[in-house]
């Protein structure tokens, strides 16, 4: 599998500096539920919009002190207040009480918090990114977490090292969802370019999810996800769903590629249609 295979190349002194990552292990707890219910696909998948998104609008912060919001961009506006305060080594997204609404037409509300070495500047290599959530919303689904990032820059290599462990709840708080994660995300374009919006890269990775039935699934990213943050979902990719005991599920961002919000869930060698939020 590519996304179990993904870390076999990152040398020791790489991993070194990844602070407080897990390992995802199973144990005695693992649930298996018999009646197939295809939602876990979906869920996945925006845990994992939320867990790209997030990087992208601190690393935007960070360039340009603004984020692009529907009809424009942030600068002067009440909708979200940026603060980058690299004596404090912090950058601090706050969208506000009431819920702002983005370029992805994604409402959102709240605070992203991101500290990054105390030594380093926030782009060199091997700066450790802790990011987290103050009481933040994306369509009213709460979201949890931390996500842990150290950006890799050698002679051969750029990418960064992301761990995260999020949790997001519905809005009626009768469905959560959990994801713990090890991922890479490595640049296609648009890395040395200051809009963070001309970006293209691909994720690769593996992880547990629990869905929010309480069958818990391994995942592995078998095609890496291409995104481009332009684009409101990945614009191809295929993720592969193991629960404990069964047979694998894919789930394929495409059949086509590009950007729309179309994916399919194949289970049994049934295909199902799903629509991204």
Known sequence: MRGKKLYAFLSASALALIIGAFGCKKDNTDKVVNVEDISYGKENARIE?????????????????????????????????????????????DFSLKNCLCKDSRYRRGKIICDYSKNKKYTDSGVVRSIYFDNYYVNDYSVKGLLTVVKVENAKDLYYSINSNVTVTSADGTMTTGRKATQTRSYVTGYYSADVYDDEYYVDGYGDYTHSNGAIYTFSIEQHLRVNPNCDWPKEGVVEMTQVN???????????????????LTVNEVVNEVLLD
């Open 246 to 264: 069964g047979a694998p599920r894919v789930f394929n961002y495409g059949p086509t590629i590009g950007c729309d919000r179309k994916a399919t």
């Open 49 to 93: 919009q939320i867990v790209s998104e997030t990087e992208t609008f601190v690393d935007q912060a960070y360039a340009s002190g603004f984020l692009n919001l529907k009809g424009g961009n942030a600068l002067g506006s009440t909708c979200a207040t940026i603060s980058v305060d690299t004596a404090a080594h912090r950058i601090e997204i």
